[in-house]
């Protein structure tokens, strides 16, 4: 019964991250293993040769040996995939998913690479900042903000927040924070690595702020850190960004079904005080609010649920809002 007749508005996501952080790599490995799906949730791409391409690029990434494994840096300053995200078959969400070239973040990046992003970004409902665990191994330093490039993501996350789109506890703005390459500073304490993040990126975690962020490490093999060319890909934790950002969405839509609950018991109520001859006339109207309010109490039940299961699989990461941790719930 869960998410029956349930699909949520499509929405558009973008990674941030430098050349180099992992964003092609990562996107591959995640669709691949949501392919096959993560109990039950799964993942396809809207149309077959995307799918195909996605798939023969994976198959690459983890037949071949040397340094041909890997995706070539991204020529094209953006590209574009249609995915869907679904329960047991059914679509739940669609996404669309940019994965730009990371050079748009660096001093070579055109205007135009820099406002195409822009115009992107405040598109987006959901933003992923991806930033490579191979400059997250020892304390932070002022080397580290340069090679991440997260003073250039503050300024995009800044641009995310577009002047009519202003953060508050009803609609908070979701952010996932991406360790990829993971393999490569897990030697640290993880509560060591998180002040780090934190730290580079302060204003996502300022109180009252209205974010809601997700710390996540990622990484295609745990061992892959000594010989990424030939060690065994092994995905690790790929799959939490995605959930992260339906759950999100979920969050969103839950909220509005409250307030909707609220208003109309408050009308149902007000039209039951009227005088008695009144709420005879009025019978076929309060019926109808009656059905309404039933119709979003369904709803509200259907999201819980699905917030439920996505929740348990976000127990694995690390969640703030206004600033403070939080537990995934419903
Ligand atoms: N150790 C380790 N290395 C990785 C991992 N994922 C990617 N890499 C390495 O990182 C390199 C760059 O990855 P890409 O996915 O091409 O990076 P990108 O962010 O898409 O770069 P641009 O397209 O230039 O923006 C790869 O060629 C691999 O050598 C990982 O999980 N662990
Ligand atoms: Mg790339």
Redesign the pocket.
């Known amino acids: 019964m869960v998410l029956n007749n349930m699909q949520l508005d499509e929405i558009k996501i973008t990674m941030l991250?430098t050349?180099?952080?992992?964003?092609?790599?990562?996107l591959l490995g995640m669709y691949a293993v949501m392919q096959t799906g993560i109990r039950g949730f799964t993942l396809a791409a809207k149309d077959m040769d995307t799918d195909l391409e996605l798939t023969q690029r994976w198959e690459k990434l983890i037949s071949l040996k040397g340094e041909d494994r890997?995706?070539t840096?991204?020529a094209a300053a953006m590209e574009y995939y249609g995915l869907d995200f679904s329960y047991g078959f059914r679509p739940l969400m669609g996404f669309q998913w940019l994965?730009y070239?990371?050079?748009a973040l660096s001093d070579r990046s055109t205007e135009q690479d820099v406002a195409d992003l822009v115009l992107y970004l405040q598109e987006s409902a959901c933003l992923f900042l991806?930033i490579s665990g191979e400059y997250l191994t020892s304390e932070l330093t002022p080397n580290t903000v340069r090679q991440i490039k997260s003073d250039r993501m503050n300024q995009f996350v800044q641009q995310y927040v577009s002047n009519n789109k202003q953060p508050n506890p009803q609609q908070p703005f979701p952010v996932a924070i991406v360790i990829?390459?993971y393999?490569?500073c897990h030697h640290r304490e993880r509560e060591e690595i998180i002040a780090d993040v934190k730290k580079l990126f302060q204003a996502l975690f300022t109180p009252n702020s209205g974010w809601l962020v997700m710390i996540c490490p990622v990484?295609?093999?745990r061992d892959?850190?000594n010989d990424?060319?030939n060690a065994n890909i092994v995905p690790v934790n790929v799959h939490l960004p995605v959930v992260f950002a339906v759950y999100s969405q979920l969050r969103a839509y839950g909220l509005r079904l409250k307030s909707d609950r609220d208003r109309q018991t408050l009308e149902i109520d007000l039209a039951r005080q009227k005088n008695p001859l009144l709420q005879i006339i009025r019978a076929n109207q309060l019926k109808e609010q009656t059905v309404q309010l039933e119709t979003t109490k369904a709803k509200m039940i259907a999201v819980e649920e699905n917030m439920k299961l996505l929740s348990q699989e976000l127990q694995q990461a690390s969640l703030y809002f206004n600033g403070s941790e939080v537990t995934a719930d419903v």
């Open positions: 991250g050349t180099g952080a992992g964003k092609t790599s990562y890997w995706p840096p991204n994965d070239r990371g050079l991806c990829t390459k393999d490569l990484s295609l093999g892959l850190g990424p060319d």
